[in-house]
Nanobody
């Protein structure tokens, strides 16, 4: 069993910053990718940023230049540094991980989500 635990959400004023964290624990043979998605009220869940192990990093166009994804591989943790936040960034942010719990396996896991509210 694999668990993803997020932290770091909250209320911030427009133009402010927040840093989200997500730690993976449990049965982990290899982490293939980690990333963040978000879902605003009344909208579908969308990709924010994703980092492929040993590969590329992708960002949604709406957050390029403002958000940065990073990884601490030793601790199976992914971060999302969010700067210059806008009201339209308000959403529940979900951690997502593509993990091999054992050799020749591959599954996607989701965290429970953390709420980010950008408002004055």
């Amino acid at each position: 069993q694999v668990q993803l635990v997020e932290s770091g959400g909250g209320l911030v004023q427009p133009g402010g910053s927040l840093r989200l964290s997500c730690a993976a624990s449990g049965s982990i043979f290899r982490i293939n990718a980690m990333g963040w998605y978000r879902q605003a009220p009344g909208k579908e869940r969308e990709l924010v940023a994703r980092d492929v192990s040993g590969g590329s990093t992708n960002y949604a166009d709406s957050v390029k230049g403002r958000f940065t994804i990073s990884r601490d591989n030793a601790n199976n943790t992914v971060y999302l540094q969010m700067n210059s936040l806008k009201p339209e960034d308000t959403a529940v942010y979900y951690c997502n991980a593509d993990i091999s719990p054992w050799l020749d396996s591959r599954m996607r896991y989701w965290g429970k989500g953390t709420l980010v509210t950008v408002s004055s």
